[in-house]
């Protein structure tokens, strides 16, 4: 009896583990290789999928999303011997899930190397310069080449990205002083230019102020000049409507006498000729004027022409 039950309990282990191994379920993105009796059989797709205990095992699980992997830094010499350290980082898929099982042992080790070879393929052929300068077209000559190698493989090579390039210390103290000295070169430049174009524009401020200023003193000039003419001509009319006599021009000379001789620096007089007629006019003027004058207060009209003549004999006071 007790062995009855022995035999039924390890035929109920039996039938659940025949169950599970019957029943599969794949994950998305995900895809299985089946083999029977070690040989491939069919390739297991996500869902449920049913396949043969004890008869149908499963070789490999593999993940059909797009995966990263970063290499680690390659040393690559360049075309002028130098030697550059280069990470790169190579995004690839599983397209096809039985030939990247049985066409190639490992794909990943498999692209490193490819990448490495290749890599210092196509740094050989460039100086540092070109190579610092041209990371697209070293990603798409990388790509070209590793698609075309693991298409064969079941594996699409989606893009190929450099993560660094470091040149030697030597080098990158070279570059940094080379930069440095062309900053400071262009700022150099620019301040000279700054300078010059400062410069120009003063040059040209000072040349438009005395353009203007030299007209605005014409201008200026002319109207002075203009006015006086027209008060000139003014006084010329005015002279010529009111008929003067001699009299009058010679009161005008008169008084023009205290303005010639102001100034210290006067030390000669120049006296027109015209002047004797006009002081003649004026003294004759004079004499009538006097004439019609009465006499002072308290002295006889004949006293007065008397004291006028006895005054002007007196001799002059030393």
């Known amino acids: 009896m007790d062995a009855i039950i022995i035999v039924l309990i390890i035929l109920v282990v039996l039938v659940f583990i025949a169950l599970i191994k019957t029943i599969q379920v794949i994950p998305q993105a995900s895809a299985a290789i089946v083999e029977?009796?070690?040989?491939?059989?069919?390739?297991?797709?996500?869902?449920?999928?049913?396949?043969?205990?004890f008869i149908d095992t499963i070789r490999n699980r593999i993940d059909l999303r797009e995966q990263v992997v970063p290499f680690p830094p390659q040393p690559v010499i360049t075309q002028d011997n130098l030697v550059v350290n280069i990470d790169t980082v190579i995004y690839y898929q599983v397209?096809?899930?039985?030939?990247a099982t049985y066409e190639v042992a490992s794909y990943i080790q498999a692209i490193e190397q490819l990448t490495v070879t290749t890599l210092r393929n196509i740094i050989g052929g460039m100086d540092l310069e070109r190579t610092l300068t041209s990371r697209e077209e070293i990603n798409a000559a990388l790509r070209g080449v590793l698609d075309e190698a693991t298409g064969k493989w079941g594996i699409r090579v989606n893009?190929?990205?450099?993560?660094?390039?470091?040149?030697?210390?030597?080098?990158?103290?070279?570059?940094?002083?080379?930069?440095?000295?062309?900053?400071?070169?262009?700022?150099?430049?620019?301040q000279a230019e700054g300078v010059r174009q400062s410069q120009i524009l003063t040059a040209e401020g000072e040349k438009q102020s005395a353009i203007l200023r030299a007209e605005g003193e014409a201008?200026?000039?002319?109207?002075r000049a203009e006015g006086e003419a027209q008060a000139i001509r003014t006084v010329f009319e005015s002279i010529h409507a009111g008929d003067p006599d001699?009299?009058?021009?010679?009161?005008?000379?008169?008084?023009?006498?205290?303005?010639i001789a102001e100034g210290d620096a006067n030390k000669l007089w120049i006296v027109p000729s015209e002047i004797g007629d006009a002081l003649k006019g004026l003294g004759g003027a004079f004499g009538n004027l006097g004439g019609t004058v009465p006499a002072p207060s308290g002295n006889?009209?004949?006293?007065?022409?008397?004291?006028?003549?006895?005054?002007?004999?007196q001799p002059p006071i030393d």
């Open 95 to 99: 397209t096809d899930a039985r030939a």
């Open 36 to 53: 029977r009796f070690g040989r491939y059989t069919r390739t297991l797709n996500a869902g449920l999928n049913i396949v043969v205990p």
């Open 219 to 223: 201008k200026a000039a002319a109207l």
């Open 300 to 313: 006889s009209p004949g006293d007065g022409g008397t004291g006028l003549a006895k005054r002007r004999e």
């Open 246 to 259: 001699q009299k009058l021009l010679a009161y005008q000379y008169l008084q023009m006498l205290p303005k």
């Open 159 to 190: 893009r190929v990205e450099l993560k660094a390039i470091e040149p030697p210390t030597s080098i990158q103290d070279s570059m940094e002083k080379q930069m440095r000295a062309d900053r400071d070169k262009r700022a150099a430049i620019l």
